[in-house]
């Protein structure tokens, strides 16, 4: 009897203990559940009409379904804004959730480079606990901060090269073998697997070399539509009539793709700088590049079908990574707590304008694809088109995770927005500023406001232009109004919006660059 008392006494202390440690391990998943996990993807020059989610003339050619996936079960957002739209200072802004004035990343060009003792908001999340990974392309020419380990694109100029990739890993450089989006993948879903602890929350950024300039396809896709011929956008013959100064006088129209671009056959022996010079001719003003016996109709026509199609396959590429991170999610039970947000660091023309590239003010460029997933708080399916601007994810994301911080920043939280409900006093328009000028391509330094329904801009430096547009009646910016005196009394009152957001964000230091914007600028009308 004693020996059956003492088994049954045994037994129960151990049932209780294994009762405890499944309660332990209960309140720790209860714990670390309630913070999200965050995979934030940013693919470089990716714009909103390359994705089928947003509809778009290219939609039923090159469909973007893992992308749309994540549209149709989260929120796609329609007024998602770059404050200055071009690589390395809209990666600064939204690492610092401030504008190019106060995180000080102004331009890629002139030797740009981040400030590496900036507060960041990858280093937050990393001082309260969460595990932070960084792959792809960084692009900021310091070394990433708040990251427990990072693998980058490191080229000149960090750029980074689609094809066997040096890669600096944790301070190290690396020569991969392969193609880089799906090498930045890689290295992503081993660190999803081997890398991180599996029950503590992370951050990872997985950030895109593609589709950015020279668009290499992967191997697999370089004829996938070698058949057909691409629709072309509707302004693809744009004459930028009224707009002769600013829009009509850049360098990234359909005459300056290069010979490297175009993806000619490289003649045998050149080396070094003739190298260089063949592979460039046409980025310049002067040279075109097509084949003999074309007419120049023809020969535009010729030069945006490989443009578009090497574009549209290297977001295909993008794609099918994207793809393969949803299915590691799904497969390992990630997927309702962790919040994936999908984006690029500006948006691009592909040929809308007659243009390739970013920098303006005018649509296709500063509206940036954006689209979260989280079935914790966010409605399946659900569209949004609210203003926010890539300052603000910075505090969105912190927010989201419940990261309380002093950090001051121009941007401010859209959680409230993810759940379905808009403040009554969201801000209704952005301020934007663009400084890199004349390289690359010749777009002239401005600034500027854009609201739902109207885009005014002044461009300044070496010309003196104010531009507006009447998004409702225009949506393709093809008439500036600015001048016209039945739009008199919105000019005067966009342009005190527009100064007070100038204040608001501290601009009056931002213009040393270039000059000081003074009331001059504005004119009288402003106080009308
Ligand atoms: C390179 C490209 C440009 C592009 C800039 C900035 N030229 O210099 O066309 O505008 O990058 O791009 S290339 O022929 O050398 O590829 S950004 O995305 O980094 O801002
Ligand atoms: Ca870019």
């Not at 900021?140 to 040096?166: I, R």
């Not at 190298?275 to 026509?301: H, L, S």
């Not at 759940?419 to 002239?444: I, R, S």
């Amino acid at each position: 009897i004693s020996a059956l008392i003492l088994s049954a006494t045994l037994l129960t202390a151990c049932g209780q203990a294994k009762v405890d440690a499944q309660k332990q391990e209960i309140k720790e998943t209860v714990t670390t559940q309630q913070k999200p996990n965050i995979i934030y993807i940013m693919a470089d020059d990716l714009t909103t009409q390359a994705i089928s989610a947003y509809g778009g003339i290219y939609k039923d050619i090159a469909p973007t379904p893992n992308i749309d996936r994540l549209a149709k079960q989260g929120m796609l957002f329609n007024d998602v804004l770059c404050t200055n739209a071009i690589c390395g200072p809209s990666r600064a802004a939204i690492l610092t959730g401030n504008y190019s004035n106060e995180n000080g990343y102004y331009k890629n060009e002139g030797g740009g480079k981040f400030d590496e003792t900036k507060w960041t908001f990858p280093q937050e999340f990393q001082k309260n606990g969460y595990q932070t990974s960084l792959f792809g392309k960084w692009h900021l020419g310091t070394e990433p901060q708040g990251f427990d380990v990072f693998k980058y694109h490191n080229s000149a100029g960090q750029q980074g090269h689609y094809w066997d990739p040096v890669f600096n890993e944790n301070g190290k450089d690396v020569k991969e073998k392969g193609y880089s989006t799906n090498l930045s993948t890689d290295f992503a879903m081993d660190w999803l697997q081997n890398g991180r602890k599996q029950n503590d929350p992370f951050l990872m950024v997985l950030q895109y070399k593609a589709p950015h300039r020279p668009w290499e396809p992967d191997t697999k896709y370089e004829k996938l539509w070698d058949d057909i011929e691409m629709p072309y956008p509707s302004t693809f013959n744009d004459d930028y009539k009224g707009r002769e100064l600013t829009a009509g006088d850049t360098e990234m129209t359909m005459d300056y793709f290069s010979r490297r671009d175009m993806k000619l056959e490289e003649p045998e022996g050149l080396k070094g700088v003739d190298r260089i010079k063949w592979a460039f001719y046409g980025a310049k003003p002067g040279e075109i590049v097509q084949p003999d016996g074309m007419t120049a109709e023809e020969g535009k026509k010729w030069r945006y079908q490989n443009y578009i199609k090497d574009y549209l396959a290297c977001v295909k590429s993008v794609d099918d990574n994207i793809g393969r991170v949803l299915k590691y999610l799904d497969d390992n039970d990630l997927t309702d707590n962790t919040i994936i947000v999908l984006t690029s660091d500006q948006g691009f023309y592909l040929g809308d304008h007659g243009f390739f590239d970013k920098r303006f003010i005018y649509e296709e460029s500063i509206r940036m694809p954006f689209i979260v997933q989280y079935p914790k708080m966010v409605k399946p399916g659900s569209v949004n088109n609210d203003i926010i601007t890539n300052v603000d994810f910075a505090p969105t994301l912190l927010d989201v995770a419940g990261i309380k911080t002093d950090q001051k920043m121009h941007g401010q939280s859209f959680k409230s927005v993810l759940k379905g409900e808009t403040p009554a006093d969201w801000q209704t328009g952005m301020y934007y500023h663009y400084y890199e000028f004349p390289y690359w391509h010749h777009v002239q330094p401005h600034y500027g406001i854009r609201t739902q329904d109207f885009t005014l801009a002044h461009f300044y430096y070496n010309i003196d232009v104010w531009e507006l547009y009447d998004l409702n009646k225009d949506p393709e910016q093809l008439h500036n109004v600015y001048a016209d005196p039945a739009y008199a009394q919105t000019v005067a009152r966009l342009k005190n919006e527009l100064k007070a957001l100038m204040a608001k964000n501290g601009n009056d230091k931002s213009l040393a660059d270039f000059r000081m914007i003074t009331d001059k600028d504005f004119g009288s009308i402003v106080d009308q």
